[in-house]
């Protein structure tokens, strides 16, 4: 899951128990948040108990925050707790129930998955159970990283707090909350010119050294076609952060990635080609998310590979969707579904 949550300590201080019901409700492997607005005193201090956020539902956190700024960006992630079955007594390979799902239909989720599920009582030891039992057969080792980064190697970019990526053994996971180009477009240049190039120089080295595909996901602050913003065409649009022409052509050209081996696919709108109305973000001081005036900013960008549903393929994109009912920030919740074969 992913989601712009517009400052970590005033969600978890007005919905405390927001993240764990999603955790439970959507059976989260991975947390993505971004714009957390924390510094590292944040993370450290006792008083706040930002560390113990989700540690009692079994994640353990990684916090990357701005030097350059207080208050300002950041990312954070939160990764399910698994154990080697050699290595300890969670044996959660115990299970042999098959997880056969195919590439989602559009009509099959956003009249399901989009409601919230009904908070379930169970115990802590029966939801432990349960989740175990839906891991399958697969190997334990691939749901447990192999190490975690929070740089992109660029002192430009590097002290906003704005990327952690975490290496799984058959696929790396980038979390990012891409700048935004400012009111009077102050960091269009910088955005499109030096960050865009700059990560996409990232992503496709680290897919082409390590060998293995990259999902690289978050607010990535542009609202790719016309399908993704509600009043498309509207003249002002030209001149607003995440709607530019710049923009839009420069997150076109990190897809298309002409000029290097991989290739990049918006996991929503290849599942969803014609889908329109599904926005993840919408403007509260406008009060546009009822009548559903919003952007899609938010994303799962995949290397094209995971796309392929082939039978040699041991990971496989199932889903990609919004809680669009999901309060709490301007931006909702987005969710993508990966297989994992034996």
């Known amino acids: 899951m992913s989601w712009n949550v517009a400052g970590l300590r005033a969600l978890m201080r007005k919905e405390p128990n927001t993240l764990s019901?999603?955790?439970?409700e959507h059976k989260l492997d991975v947390i993505c948040l971004q714009e957390t607005k924390l510094q590292e005193s944040h993370v450290e201090d006792p008083t706040l108990?930002?560390?113990?956020?989700?540690?009692?539902?079994?994640?353990?956190?990684?916090?990357?925050?701005?030097?350059?700024?207080?208050?300002?960006a950041g990312t954070c992630v939160f990764v399910k707790l698994r154990e080697d079955k050699d290595c300890g007594p969670n044996r959660e390979d115990e299970s042999k129930k098959n997880y056969n799902k195919v590439q989602g239909k559009l009509d099959g989720f956003f009249f399901t998955k989009t409601n919230a599920a009904k908070p379930n009582d169970k115990s802590l030891s029966e939801k432990k159970s349960t989740?175990?039992?839906?891991?399958?057969?697969?190997?334990?080792?691939?749901?447990?990283?192999?190490?975690?980064?929070?740089?992109?190697?660029?002192?430009d970019h590097d002290s906003e707090g704005r990327i952690i990526t975490i290496d799984y053994p058959q696929f790396s996971i980038t979390n990012?909350?891409?700048?935004?180009s400012g009111q009077k477009l102050e960091r269009l240049t910088y955005r499109t010119d030096s960050w865009d190039k700059d990560l996409l120089n990232y992503l496709t080295q680290k897919e082409s050294n390590d060998n293995k595909p990259v999902i690289w996901l978050g607010d990535l602050n542009v609202a790719h076609t016309w399908k993704d913003c509600w009043n498309d065409g509207a003249k002002h649009l030209a001149k607003q952060a995440g709607t530019t022409a710049e923009e839009r052509q420069s997150f076109q050209e990190m897809l298309d990635n002409d000029n290097n081996s991989c290739s990049f696919v918006d996991a929503f709108r290849f599942l969803y080609p014609d889908a329109k109305g599904h926005y993840t973000y919408w403007s509260q001081r406008a009060n546009n998310r009822e009548p559903n005036k919003g952007l899609r900013l938010d994303y799962f960008i995949?290397?094209?590979?995971?796309?392929?549903?082939?039978?040699?393929?041991?990971?496989?994109?199932?889903?990609?969707?919004?809680?669009?009912d999901q309060n709490g920030s301007d931006h909702c919740p987005i969710v993508l579904e990966i297989e994992i074969r034996k």
């Open 21 to 24: 019901k999603l955790a439970s």
């Open 49 to 72: 108990k930002i560390k113990e956020i989700l540690r009692d539902d079994g994640y353990e956190s990684h916090f990357s925050c701005s030097t350059a700024k207080k208050g300002y």
């Open 131 to 155: 989740a175990q039992s839906e891991l399958g057969d697969i190997d334990i080792k691939n749901l447990i990283p192999l190490g975690v980064s929070m740089k992109m190697g660029k002192d």
């Open 176 to 180: 990012l909350y891409v700048p935004n």
């Open 302 to 324: 995949c290397s094209s590979s995971l796309m392929k549903d082939e039978k040699d393929k041991k990971v496989v994109v199932r889903d990609s969707y919004m809680i669009h």
